[in-house]
Antibody
């Protein structure tokens, strides 16, 4: 049973960069897609993007100018960087395993990131 | 972007009763090449991360009770819980994964009446 765990700072200052890592255990990061999804407090879900273990990526166009998703297969981890954050980026950030066809079949518990000075 | 709209926003059903949630997409999510609907349903209980219930619009994920069922095709989909249990209290989301950006409905909050 694969498990995913997000980690990173819970507080980021406006205009700075949000950086999160997702560690995958109980299975290999190879042969799957991996995504980031976020949820502002009390609101719905927003797809940020995904990465294949080879490094190929797709991003939400609404965030693509500020987002980078990368993968480190040697550590069984993938990461999210979001530049120039504002209060609107305050959210619970989830990492997920994505089935080859697109649905997220395993989710991390999420990590809350607050953007505030 | 494909806009996904759920109805109702909230729903109260008696224990043992039937709950029905609708999901409509602004464009078809039915692939003409493999005849599959790229539509999933997720359950998010309070304080938890979402959990996949249904994919391909009607296929239950392993371990999901058979009281959960998904139907529909093209742009109109339905999640039905046939006999509501107390543990089914949650927010339910549908998601299209046919076109990037993948998009979610706004969620339907299900409560016990």
């Amino acid at each position: 049973q694969v498990q995913l765990q997000e980690s990173g700072p819970g507080l980021v200052k406006p205009s700075e960069t949000l950086s999160l890592t997702c560690t995958v255990s109980g299975g290999s990061i190879s042969s799957y897609y991996w995504s980031w999804i976020r949820q502002p407090p009390g609101k719905g879900l927003e797809w940020i993007g995904y990465i294949y273990y080879t490094g190929s990526t797709k991003y939400n166009p609404s965030l693509s100018s500020r987002v980078t998703i990368s993968v480190d297969t040697s550590r069984n981890q993938f990461s999210l960087r979001l530049n120039s954050v504002t209060a609107a980026d305050t959210a619970m950030y989830f990492c997920t395993r994505v089935n080859v066809h697109g649905h997220s079949d395993s989710w991390g518990q999420g990590t809350l990131v607050t953007v505030s000075s | 972007d494909i806009v996904v709209t759920q109805s109702p926003d909230s729903l109260a059903v008696s224990l043992g009763g039937r709950a029905t949630i609708s999901c409509k997409s602004s464009q078809t999510v039915l692939s003409s090449s493999n005849h599959k609907n790229y539509l999933g349903w997720y359950q998010q209980k309070p304080g938890q991360s979402p959990k996949l219930l249904i994919y391909w619009a009607s296929i239950r994920e392993s371990g999901v009770p058979d009281r959960f069922s998904g139907t529909g095709s093209g742009t109109d989909f339905t999640l039905t819980i046939s006999s509501l249990q107390a543990e089914d209290v949650a927010v339910y989301y549908c998601q299209q994964y046919y076109t990037i950006p993948y998009t979610f409905g706004q969620g339907t909050k299900l409560e016990i009446k």
